[in-house]
Nanobody, 114 residues
Framework: QVQLVESGGGLVQPGGSLTLSCAAS????????MAWYRQGPGNQRELVAT???????NYAGSVKGRFTISRDNAENTVSLQMPSLKPEDTAVYYC????????WGQGTQVTVSA
């Protein structure tokens, strides 16, 4: 049974930072690409960043140069460092992986507000 459990969300002021973490189980983690998505109020879920098993990374244009995705294959975790947060980063952030189907975590709320 695949499980993805996110943590690290919260309320932060503009310009602040958060680091999200996703713990994966039920998969041979080192062979799986991992991704972070987010869904803001009234918006569709959008891709934030991906990291392949061999460490190739892609970012959405809105976070490129600000956010950093990384993975720890020994700990079966994927993280998203988010400095310089903006109000428009407010969203529920989801961890994702896929094989024949998509797997999602329960999401973690990030709120950027003064």
């Amino acid at each position: 049974q695949v499980q993805l459990v996110e943590s690290g969300g919260g309320l932060v002021q503009p310009g602040g930072s958060l680091t999200l973490s996703c713990a994966a189980s039920g998969i041979a983690f080192r062979f799986y690409a991992m991704a972070w998505y987010r869904q803001g109020p009234g918006n569709q879920r959008e891709l934030v960043a991906t990291i392949t098993p061999d460490g190739r990374i892609n970012y959405a244009g809105s976070v490129k140069g600000r956010f950093t995705i990384s993975r720890d294959n020994a700990e079966n975790t994927v993280s998203l460092q988010m400095p310089s947060l903006k109000p428009e980063d407010t969203a529920v952030y989801y961890c994702n992986t896929r094989d024949r189907q998509d797997y999602w975590g329960q999401g973690t709320q990030v709120t950027v507000s003064a």
